[in-house]
């Protein structure tokens, strides 16, 4: 992941760009929302069984709670990453958001529309144009060709033929796959199966794209390069992503913020940094346990305020810069390294709180980001 | 894992104390018999008020067809389309004229399988008119053809409804089930009731028989496509019209074709039976040599039976290979071959419209196969060989055939017919009740009543006798067969095609082997019904032995066990279920040729039924006897297919039984 860590430095602006926006209007806005499968979810509203917990609640009424009362909203352009574990309700909860699972309780705001009040064209039409999604198994059609997959959405509602391939073939090059449209689904590798399945959602430049784990299925080296890929078509079209995972890394990776996810619940909700250095739970303290605070957590988590007799030649680095990155400078000169942003010193960063994040010390409490700014708004949970 | 193995000694328990109840149960009727022989005995009558019945209810209803004008509305217009689709698509076969008919099927085959199945097509169809049985064959094929048309145009959109509506699924499965077991004669009473006999009858029997399958195997190709599929399409805000036109219809495009190969077979196996209800086609030319023991004649159109099924399966079922758009091994292959394809396919389709224009041009001739083409027969040959049987086999084929009889099915007889009824219907239920349950003893009582209140029992007890010695022997030959194919490759590798073929061929051509050799008799009733039935129980029995896990035949091996000593005491009882099954399935497949074994001397019901159809007067006691066979067919199913489901439950829990050994 050392590489993908780099990445992510480099490319990494989007505390300032969710700042910006945060006085905006959420793209999506969730508000107690649940999922009941099974005989008791007709007549559950209100009723105090909502009280139990998952295995009572199952034994008393022989249904599951797949969602339990969670709420979140999405910012314009992020990436909104839900991780848990396997059985979390992670592939329920996105689908609730086009209602391909149909919600018991609760509330999809999507810019301030309410989808569980859309009639079934309207909802046809929020899928046509709004939504995209790109499924964990690709969910290719395999009597089509690729391009014909692609343009599948674009079909559906009703564009002509020459401009949905000419949009198609576009796709094809964006994600990487010239040459391949007159292939057919099984005659392509995992990887560039779901390069397609990338096309297809963008081929109808939806608002929000939705992933369900699309990248699980993938050998590890695939999947980094097609995280890299997201990456690189978020900067590019500048796309709402709601990611779900159940791989931390791929989380931090990719997630402007994280929505921590457990027996249906939100859990902690927060940027990669918050979860890395403030675990809620030992539940997440278990998922953040192994992985190197460096790699994380940025140096505005470990800096403090300078004091008037810091030298003032030490080498200077950007509040967002991960601590990795500072390792060689800090190691190679025996100031202590200046934050600064925009010219302005927002604090200084000693030798010793590096190697502390390196050795993976950091108590919670030793580290606090600087009080100048947080490092974005916190989602509601 | 305390309680599962209180549970398991519970159960050998009980399993003690069958057998028993079993022995008990043996002496006591014997007891029983030995008392009240011929006592309580319910001989045949020709003529009883349950035949007037139904003589005076059929001419009810006949009169209110007559005279409500609705009903014979409805039921006219009924026949009146099928009878109309009928001579349609024959006027069409006989106006395209023999060439014309074989250059298009020709072309048909090639596009579907490429050029063998295309000679196949060709030469197949050309035997057909060497025989001199062109005209029958039309004939049965326009039957085939225009009640597939039907049950394909109904059945698929009712495939799709049961897939998608749990309702319709609901409603529609059980009188699926129910249709199943039915024999397919029974099929015939209601239909003669309501449109009398001839071609539309024989179309419309063969609908209603062929269509099950078209929605079964539909309805699983729709619930086969992934459900990834259709939420991806669904996803992108397909209305429902457009994932089943975009989605599921095309990825089950293979299955349906299948449905409709399903549909063709059965439609043919069908037809050539409908000659009891004065269908026409090649069964007449079957019949008539029946009558008059012409056994060459039989072989000549079983022949073109058999080349006619084997035509339209393999046409169709290469055409819905042809369909798989999944299989990418098939697009290449496909695409390489493109160009030669091409050629002959238009060279073909040259040859058809040139075909076409002959017969308009000369109608007379294309009409009719000329004489000095039409001369190809077996009948010699083949008396030829019945001959040399007779004179020279028949000290061995009528020894066996005595044998049997006098040894066998006669004392059976004897038995059964010499029992008090109530003695038999009291062991029937009190074998349902040890071997399925309460449920299926209640069952298997009623329809045995119900036997009694047909008045039919006499003859019901030769038919039961029939069948049970049938029944015996095809289990023998059968768990034989499917054992040895269980054991060795090279004899299932061996067998395979004649289990593949016997699945093609309708139930009438079975009857001809069993003629040649033993001339017609109660006993070649039951050859002819073993034949047929012994096919799928080699099928299920070797599946069954070959299912057995792995892990306990080594266990088995580990413990030095000898090849037989692993099949005695591992495979043999662990594939029980499936031997149970297996003779659930036997002896369906027995009594489904009853009927037919009575146009081969098997007497009794089979016999009433045919003579019911022919003779206006015989009517009752046809359709009694229709009745009381489905009755018989409902008890004996009861009783045997409670084993082997109870049985299958077992297995579910030795597997778990077993997995649980292994996991610790
Ligand atoms: N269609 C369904 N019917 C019943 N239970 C379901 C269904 N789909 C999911 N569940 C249950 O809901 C819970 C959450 O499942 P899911 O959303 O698939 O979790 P995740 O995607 O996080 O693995 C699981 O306990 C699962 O068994
Ligand atoms: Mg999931």
Redesign the interface.
Known sequence: MQTAQVDRAATTTHDDRTADRATGQPTISVRGLWKIFGPAEPKIAGSPLLELTNAEFRLRTGSTIAVRDVSFDVSPGEVFVVMGLSGSGKSTLVRCLTRLIEPTLGQVLLDGEDIRAADEQRLRELRRRRFAMVFQHFGLLPHRRVIDNIAFGLEIRGEPKASRLARADKMLSLVGLEGYGGQYPDQLSGGMQQRVGLARALAGDPEVMLFDEPFSALDPLIRREMQNEVLRLHHEVGKTMIFITHDLAEALKLGDHVVIMRNGQVVQAGSPQELVAHPADDYVADFVRDVPKSHVLTLRWIMRDAREDDPADGPEFGPDTVIRTVIHAAATSDKPIRVVEAGRLLGVVDRAHILEAIAGHLEPGQVEPGRVEEPGPTPAT | MTAGTLALRGRRAVALSPRTTWLALGAMSVALYLVFRDQWILPHERDTAVFQAFNAARDNIDEVKRTVPPVSLVLDAIRGTTDWLYTTILGILVGLGWPAVIALSTFLGYAAGGWRTGLLALSGLGVLGALDLWDPSMKTLAVTLAAVLVSVAIGVPLGILVAKSNRARAVITPILDVLQIMPQYAYFIPFVVLFGIGAASAVIVTFVYSMPAAIRITALGIRGVPA??V?????????AG?VLR??EL??A?KTIGLAVNQTIMLALSMVVITVVIDGPGLGENIIKAIQVLNVGAIFDAGLAIVIMAIILDRVTEQASLRLD??S?AG?AGAARRRLPRRLVLGGLALASLGAIGLSAIAPTWAGTVPEEFASLTFREPVNDLVDWIQANLYFLTIGLKDAVTAGVISPIEKVLRSSPFWLVIAIGGAMAAMLSGLRAAVITVVALAGIVGLQLWDHSMVTLASVLVATAITLGIGALIGILAASSDAVSRAVRPFLDAAQTLPAFVYLLPALVLFSPSRFTAIVAAVIFAVPPVVRLVETGIRLVPETLIEAGRASGATRLQLLRKIQLPVARPALLLATNQGIIMVLGMVVLGGLVGGGALGFDVVSGFAQRRDFGLGLAAGISMVLLGIALDRISQGAGRRRLEDLGERAAKVQVHATP
């Not at chain 2, 939420?231 to 209305?239: K, M, P």
């Open positions: 990834a599929s939420e991806a399409a669904e996803s992108l805000g397909s209305t457009q975009k989605v095309p990825l495009r758009s999944r990418g697009r």
